[in-house]
């Protein structure tokens, strides 16, 4: 139904920020729920961010919060990820994804299904 193409991931020294989009095509964002995850090397994925279908309630996972923040703009049908003081821990593949609508935001990411092809972060240290 949607198709979700992530951008803005690439090589950044640990403290930089880097922005990270999700555009979609075929639906509207404001239809979906939408979450942020990543798997890094030898690890499983795990949650990162998520929104609700206004971007007015958002959830984060303990360890981002006041680091990294989701943002969308329904207008131009994309969700955003700013991420700021970047550690070597947050090297990993990024992904976006849009699920079911919800009430709020949802961490769990067997409840989104869609999902991007992911984006590379590097952090070097």
């Known amino acids: 139904q949607v198709q979700l193409v992530e951008s803005g991931g690439g090589l950044v020294q640990a403290g930089g920020s880097l922005r990270l989009s999700c555009a979609a095509s075929?639906?509207?964002?404001?239809?979906?729920?939408m979450g942020w995850f990543r798997q890094a090397p030898g690890k499983e994925r795990e949650f990162v961010a998520a929104?609700?279908?206004?971007?007015?309630?958002?959830d984060y996972a303990d360890s981002l919060k006041g680091r990294f923040a989701i943002s969308r703009d329904n207008a131009k049908n994309t969700v955003y990820l700013q991420m700021n003081s970047l550690k070597p821990e947050d090297t990993a593949v990024y992904y976006c994804?849009?699920?079911?609508?919800?009430?709020?935001?949802?961490?769990?990411?067997?409840?989104?299904?869609?999902w991007g092809q992911g984006t590379q972060v590097t952090v070097s240290s």
């Open positions: 075929g639906r509207t964002l404001s239809m979906y729920n």
């Open positions: 994804a849009a699920g079911r609508l919800r009430v709020g935001p949802v961490r769990e990411s067997f409840e989104y299904g869609y």
């Open positions: 929104d609700n279908w206004s971007g007015t309630r958002t």
